[in-house]
């Protein structure tokens, strides 16, 4: 139960920084008196603007999505004992043949 209430905080969090985020550039943008679009524009300062958010979005993602991975790991080897120590062994942990 308290495993479940810290996922669905993770997830609120992150959804509430990025809405933050975006809402913090669109008050930006609209003070500068540029004007404010959900796509950005090409080879303009959006653009940028997007593409940073897009990889702090994405970093952060794949940092939540690997502890998630390794909690869940942990668990089934408590769960699973041996059998699962065996099979974590032979296979990769996220992407096959790679990690």
Not at 8 to 23: D, E, K, N, R, T
Request: aromatic share 14%; charged share 25%; proline share 2%.
């Amino acid at each position: 139960m308290a495993r479940r209430l810290v996922d669905v905080v993770v997830i609120l969090g992150v959804a509430y920084l990025s809405f933050a985020m975006a809402l913090a550039g669109w008050i930006a943008a609209l003070r500068r008196g540029e004007g404010v679009t959900l796509l950005p524009a090409r080879g303009g300062r959006k653009a940028r603007f997007w593409e940073e958010i897009g990889l702090v979005a994405a970093v952060f993602s794949l940092l939540v999505f690997h502890r998630r991975a390794r909690l869940e790991e942990r668990v089934l080897a408590e769960r699973f004992g041996e059998e699962w120590r065996a099979y974590a062994e032979r296979t990769r942990f996220l992407v096959p043949f790679v990690y």
